[in-house]
């Protein structure tokens, strides 16, 4: 799986958008991009993934640049429960799913 | 989505015992998958875990110490086997849905080996 690169910490206003960014400049073709998160004393959850188009859901969306070598995570309205630490994970679709974890982001939302 | 109950949430315990951690899907998985988390670190996976073979382990992980039983669909176990404090960790299982479902996670056994 290829190897991402994310700051190991930011900070966000609550009620304001938090913007990850993730570097993944060696992803190959099949390989999507994956966001989860692990917020304190809790297993990672599943937050969203894309290949190579913008995607939206619920929770967030994910913008990944043309070329692919990098992508954003957005929580459009952070709240105080979104303080976590989220991972930027690239691997294929479908390739069953044990999951590389690197360092992460500490996102701290504060008031 | 599937939700994974883990047992025990929390334990501490004497060096050189072992302790197995239990995992039950409520539903039915193809893999799963057990890591560790060790403090202020990210996850690092230790094995895979199939029904009806043998679990396959990753570099720096072996049986002997980390001994998986994967009954069947629904069920995991992993033993952390004669502890050291070095073992003092967050132990977490993962199930893959398949179908190209995304992977969800147990809360974690959060161990302290005295």
């Known amino acids: 799986d290829a190897k991402t690169t994310q700051p190991p910490s930011m900070d966000c206003a609550e009620g304001r958008a938090a913007n990850l960014p993730c570097n993944h400049s060696?992803?190959?073709?099949?390989?999507?991009v994956y966001w989860y998160r692990q917020i304190h004393s809790q297993g990672p959850q599943y937050i969203i993934h894309g290949l190579k188009n913008n995607e939206t859901n619920e929770m967030a969306s994910l913008i990944i640049t043309e070329d692919r070598k990098s992508s954003t995570l957005i929580l459009p309205h952070a709240t105080l429960r979104d303080t976590a630490v989220y991972y930027c994970?690239?691997?294929?679709?479908?390739?069953?799913?044990?999951?590389?974890f690197g360092g992460g982001t500490r996102l701290m939302v504060k008031p | 989505s599937a939700v994974i109950s883990q047992k025990p949430s929390r334990d501490i315990c004497q060096r050189g015992t072992s302790l197995t951690i239990q995992c039950q899907v409520d539903?039915?998985?193809?893999?799963m998958f057990w890591y560790r988390q060790q403090p202020g670190q990210s996850l690092t996976l230790i094995a895979t875990?199939?029904?009806?073979?043998?679990?396959?382990?990753e570099s720096g992980f072996v049986i002997d110490k980390f001994p998986i039983s994967r009954p069947n669909l629904t069920f995991s176990t992993l033993t952390v086997s004669n502890m050291s404090p070095e073992d003092s960790s967050i132990y977490l299982c993962s199930g893959d849905p398949g179908r190209g479902r995304e992977a969800f996670f147990g809360q974690g056994t959060r161990l302290t080996v005295v």
């Open positions: 539903s039915q998985v193809t893999m």
């Open positions: 994970i690239v691997r294929p679709h479908n390739a069953g799913n044990m999951l590389t």
């Open positions: 060696t992803i190959s073709g099949n390989e999507y």
């Open positions: 875990a199939n029904q009806g073979s043998e679990a396959t382990y």
